[in-house]
């Protein structure tokens, strides 16, 4: 920097004035009327003097002066690129800022969009699912329908109907547990894509900014695309702080990031859901089978026991009638010693006078036709026996038949009817949702 001399005030000189006081002063009459327009020779050096002296204070002040703006126009230009690298490395800053905050904003986009599409996955499942409890309910109705159809005595409310009733309210219930699932499923979709658009507007937003501060940030006094903007450094009413700023986008994230877990743990909450489902389908299903087995087992075996019994009944009866037979012809067999008896009784009391003695062969006779009488009396309530016994097994003959038709019956509607149509219930997997 060029050494000056600091400025200071030179010292006044004093001059004295020419006054005439006697001989050899312009007093005289040769000087009259010429006072006025000359100057003395003090007075003209006091003139230069102070020429001089003007000019020298004006150069000096001058030279001041330069000096000094030389060295403000050093400082100012000094300033201003200080001040522009500095805004410049503010810039710069932002940009790192924005950068950070952009990318974070982005990977919470690409987390949440991932998120929402696994969430969408389980959703389908939670549908399939859904779809796929159609089939065993409309089996277990269809079962329930089916066994409406059996004929008595069989129409009995056993095990097998209160194991499908339990099958049928079981799938209603899941049915229900399903559809509730779905719309916080979808509920959450919506939350997760309202936090996604969220977080890409405030990303769209950064790119923005990041793409006009990226280009501030390249501007420099030689760059030929800048303009003067008078009114550009008033602050819009609307301008955040960092601290608003920074408080934005992490809130953004926060909330993102609680959706983006809350939505995590709905798709365990529909694991759980489906395992358990699946598994509880799958365990009723197994004890309506074992039931249906059992059933079958127990109606096979009195079907059996009832044929046994309708074998040795049309046996018996076989025999009974050969019984009545016989019976029939005792008595027809009885009826000629009768009239035998009787015959002889009804001739000899016609016997002559004395000779209508009671003799041992009238008591014989008398005796034969009471004991002839008393054996068919015997015999025919036997045949009423007999044949009330015929009755009654053929009575017992046309229940078995009709037990046995019935229990047919049964068998066909529980075995060839219900068990076949159980043959398409869904596996485990269809019933997960992953087919």
């Given amino acids: 920097m060029a050494q000056t001399v600091p400025p ?53 002040q001058s030279e001041r002066q330069r000096h000094e703006s030389q060295q403000l126009a050093s400082e100012t230009q000094a300033l201003a690129q200080r001040t ?3 805004s410049t490395r503010r810039v710069g800053e932002r940009l790192q800022d924005m950068h950070g905050w952009k990318s974070e904003l982005q990977r919470e986009v690409e987390a949440l969009a991932a998120e929402t599409d696994l969430l969408l996955a389980q959703k389908q499942r939670l549908e399939r699912a859904l779809d796929a409890t159609e089939v065993p309910f409309s089996i277990a109705t269809d079962n329930l329908q089916c066994r409406e159809r059996r004929q008595h005595p069989n129409l009995v409310r056993d095990y097998v109907e209160t194991e499908l009733l339990k099958e049928a309210e079981l799938i209603r219930n899941i049915q229900e547990l399903l559809k509730r699932t779905i719309m916080q499923a979808v509920s959450q979709i919506r939350l997760n894509r309202e936090r996604k658009e969220t977080c890409e507007m405030d990303w769209s937003d950064k790119v923005e900014a990041y793409n006009i501060d990226e280009t501030c940030g390249r501007y420099h006094s030689q760059s030929t695309q800048v303009q003067a903007h008078p009114h550009s450094t008033a602050f819009q009413e609307s301008a955040s702080t960092p601290e608003t700023w920074a408080k934005f986008t992490q809130d953004n994230l926060c909330r993102a990031q609680r959706e983006r877990l809350a939505s995590a743990n709905l798709r365990v909450l529909v694991d759980c859901v489906l395992r358990d489902t699946s598994e509880d389908l799958r365990l009723q299903c197994d004890a309506v089978n074992l039931a249906f087995g059992r059933r079958c087992e127990e109606l096979e075996d009195a079907r059996h026991k009832l044929q046994q019994h309708l074998h040795k009944t049309l046996r018996e009866i076989t025999d009974q009638e050969h019984n009545v037979a016989a019976l029939k012809q005792a008595i027809k067999d009885k009826e000629a010693p009768l009239r035998v008896a009787q015959t002889r009784l009804y001739l000899r009391s016609h016997r002559p006078n004395v000779e209508l003695c009671r003799d041992a062969a009238q008591f014989r006779l008398v005796s034969e036709v009471e004991e002839l009488n008393m054996s068919l009396a015997a015999l025919r309530e036997k045949l009423l026996e007999a044949e009330q016994s015929l009755r009654n097994l053929e009575d017992t003959h046309m229940s078995l038949e009709k037990d046995i038709t019935a229990m047919t019956n049964s068998l066909f509607i529980d075995r060839q009817k219900c068990m076949a149509h159980r043959t398409r219930y869904p596996t485990i997997l269809q019933l997960a949702g992953y087919q």
């Fill in 8 to 60: 200071c005030e030179l010292p006044a000189k004093e001059y004295e004035v020419a006054r005439n006081t006697g001989a050899y002063t312009s007093s005289g009459l040769a000087t009259a009327g010429f006072r006025t327009a000359k100057y003395l020779l003090e007075e003209w050096f006091q003139n230069c003097y102070a020429r001089y002296h003007q000019a020298f204070a004006d150069r000096d």
């Fill in 84 to 86: 522009q690298q500095d």
